[in-house]
């Protein structure tokens, strides 16, 4: 029954079937898409580029510069084609701190450190453990990032030039009324109307694109006094400069710069490879983690030195790239290149775009993005699992990604251990002269002391067989648990067999190693723990 409600739930909560198949053929139609999804992921990217920028309390260019090379050498690169990478708050907010105290440049320096850390990364494949991240764990990051994307755009309510960057950030700011307030959401409303009907009529174009241009069209040739690109700062500049970051390098520097690069590497990895896998099952696509990694690592290092504060994947720009019909790698390049001819040549046109358009954009992302079946079966599910989603969802909303996943996976881990733990149990038949224990269910250090609460050495008879064919020795505290068992017979001077131990357990046993008896259907594991010969002590690998 449990099982059948599980895979319910997953079924239920799996993300809508976007996909083409999954090695897209590149046509001239969809190299069309293509272009097109990769100038709709551009004009999303600018705001949210100058805006992380202000986060990190640095200059508008250094999030766009980021947001170039980093899109572009994932997209050349990564382990995901269709995903889109670039300047995130997740790292911003952390990255906020090391500005204010210690300048730019060391912000730089710790760029670069975090691409060599998760290069290493790669390199050592510890991408495959994201697949330890449990699913509701996975709707929990859905469900937070959604929301984080929400409350991202409510700073473009605000009167333009009416915040303040102190430091640690944009903050502060008159909130848009009256009038102004009712044209900015009436531009938002039309913006998502576009984006929800379009489809429904012609494929042609993506939507989010259609959405921008027509509320973009309307703003211009009626002069609208609304809030514009223009307004957050000017992305006007030139290609990024190579500089090399202007900090001393002794021990005292890496002391600054390190604790700041495993944060961000790991954030970047948690948030990168979530992304890849939301990404992977909306395209059909597996695999890739690895190699993620690296081009993430290689994008950070280059970045650093390209006067760029650094990124990782985005979650919205890559929902609406894939939701564009964004298959490939050209996708992700042509956005990038956009980007940059933004910087260079288009500025002018670019700052012309109201932020109405944009945010409609985003509050669609928001509404594809949140995992609202969730909510629904959150009643349906096991109790531990239906905590984690809310869990991890707030604790990605109040604090960080990286964070939220953690506690997740803990959280989860650790009531896995305790549903085996309580599963332990004896199957008891008594023959009078003998008696026989057969084991159910893991032994581990979860289940030692179940197990050790399973038997009656005073009582019990002088013969005492521990059957563990239905059992799995799982590690050291297993084996200390059986020894101890085997101690407490000995003392009541009665005789223990131990049967359908693995030949792993029959080494690493010490007192109770003579009392197993040989079968030859004795089951075949390994262990968890080692055993010193030299000093006789059991330790876990």
Known sequence: MAKALLARYANRISMPDLSLAPTTRL???QFKTELLSGLTVALALVPEAVAFAFVAGVAPLVGLYAAFIVGLITAIFGGRPGMISGATGALAVVMVALVAEHGVEYLFATVVLMGLLQIFAGVMRWGKFIRMVPHPVMLGFVNGLAIVIFLAQLGQFKVPGSMQNTGHGMSGGEWLSGGPLVLMLALVALTMVVIWALPKVTKIVPA???????TGGLVIAFGLDV???????????????FHI?????????LEIILPYAVILAAIGLIESLLTLNLVGEMTGQRGGASQECIAQGMANTVTGFFGGMGG??????????VKSGGRTRVAGIVAALFLLSFILVGSSVIEQIPLAALVGVMFMVVIGTFAWNSLRILFRVPLTDAFVIVLV??????????VAVVVGVIVSALAYAWNNAIRIHADIRDEGAKKIYRIRGPLFFGSTDGFAELFDPEADPDTVVVDFAESRVVDQSALQAIEALASK?????KAIQLRHLSRDCHRLLKKAGHLVIDSDDDPDYAVAANYSVRTGILGSH
Do not use: F, H, K
């Open 208 to 214: 989010p694109l259609a959405g921008i241009a027509i």
């Open 245 to 253: 970051p202007m900090v001393p390098l002794t021990w005292e520097t």
């Open 27 to 29: 046509t001239p139609m």
């Open 312 to 321: 990782c994947a985005m979650i919205g720009q890559s929902m609406i790239n």
């Open 227 to 241: 809030p514009r690109v223009g307004d957050l700062a000017s992305v006007e500049g030139t290609l990024p400069p």
């Open 489 to 493: 017979y000995e003392e009541q001077g």
């Open 393 to 402: 969802t707030v604790v990605t909303v109040y604090s960080d990604l990286a």
